[in-house]
């Protein structure tokens, strides 16, 4: 039997009025993301993937069509219902690390748990934090301010803050977007080791080689969905291999 999909979308449109010319940024999209799945949303500038992401993060509403998350009718939410569930929801992940400067690992990760409206104790706050920091590898920094962070490690800080209110889904815009190739793996690397523990996924990105990872390609065009595939996802293992042969060969020619 298969499970309720955590994003059905019927026909979502989403048209911006900008004095007398209409922007059609999404035309009538239909999808469906099923619990574990991991998903990259793809497309030249302009096709409509910020939009869509946008509006599968409950920033923006759609003009016409329906949108469920988790069963949720968005359509029917009020603005303060709307920021409840998207943060208890979706757990965001951007370019930009958006990590307070002087404020632990731990207690950057907490910060969300604060927002909760089911008020949880400050000693459970701190343990989900915890764990959350050990699941994206980085339990022996708790303590460390951002400063003392690599910039890998600032964006593994940023998922485990996603996570911790345990959503349903995660949404990653461009989150590979301000690191070089060897950090942006690693990173992947951690997004495939979360989706395997049956977290879902769904990220924004423009570059092929991060969406090799995941296991659904999906392509805008013109706001609308030029392809959408299942693929087999490159493993972090043979990733890595691949650089290390690449490395030897040019140390031959040199």
Known sequence: MQPNPVIQLVELTKTYHTGEVDVHAVRGVSLQVL??????????????????????????????????????DVATLNRDALAEIRNEKI????????????????????????????RIPAQEQRERARQALELVGLGARTDHH?????????????????????????????????????????????????????ITIIMVTHELDVARFT??????????????????????????LQRLREEQQAVKLA
């Open 35 to 72: 619990p574990g799945e991991f998903v990259a949303v793809m497309g030249a500038s302009g096709s409509g993937k910020s939009t869509l992401m946008n509006t599968i993060g409950c920033l923006d509403r759609p003009t016409g069509g329906s949108y469920r998350l988790d069963g949720i």
């Open 91 to 118: 757990g965001f992940i951007f370019q930009g690390f958006n990590l307070l400067a002087r404020t632990s690992a731990l207690e950057n990760v907490e910060m969300p748990m604060l927002y909760n409206h089911r």
């Open 146 to 198: 951002p400063s003392q962070l690599s910039g890998g490690q600032q964006q593994r800080v940023a998922i485990a803050r996603a996570l911790v209110n345990r959503p349903a889904l995660l949404l990653a815009d461009e989150p590979t977007g301000n690191l070089d190739s060897q950090t942006s793996i690693e990173i992947m690397g951690v997004f495939q080791k979360l989706n395997a523990v049956g």
């Open 215 to 240: 296991k659904r390609r999906i392509v805008l065009r013109d706001g609308k969905i030029l392809t959408d595939e299942a693929v087999e996802p490159r493993s972090i293992a043979e990733t890595e």
